[in-house]
Nanobody
């Protein structure tokens, strides 16, 4: 069983930055590919970014490419999402995701979810 705990959400003005963290309680963190998804009010959960177990390969949704950066520190069992140039449309609950067999670019790839952290971007 993998437990994921997100932190770092909050209220920020448009154009600002936030850094989300996700701490995983698991013995072998590096075997899991990790991802971030988000769900805005009234909308379906959508893919944001993903990273493979070694941290070598990263993947981004078109809506965040060039503004968000995913990274991981396997020694700390933590994955990060650096969010820059935030826009009001980035407002959502952000979920950390872990996947054992695939890079989690779709919700169906995910084996474990965190409970989410709210990001609100004001205009």
């Amino acid at each position: 069983q993998v437990q994921l705990v997100e932190s770092g959400g909050g209220l920020v003005e448009a154009g600002g930055s936030l850094r989300l963290s996700c701490a995983a309680s698991v013995r072998t963190f590096s075997v899991y590919s990790m991802g971030w998804f988000r769900q805005a009010s009234g909308k379906e959960r959508e893919f944001v970014a993903a990273i493979d177990g070694s941290g070598t390969s990263t993947y981004y949704a078109d809506a965040v490419k060039g503004r968000f950066t995913i990274s991981r520190d396997n020694a700390k069992n933590t994955v990060y999402l650096q969010m820059d140039s935030l826009k009001p449309e980035d407002t959502a609950v952000y979920y950390c995701a872990a996947a054992y067999s695939r890079i989690p670019t779709s919700a169906r790839d995910v084996n474990y979810w965190g409970k989410g952290t709210l990001v609100t971007v004001s205009s």
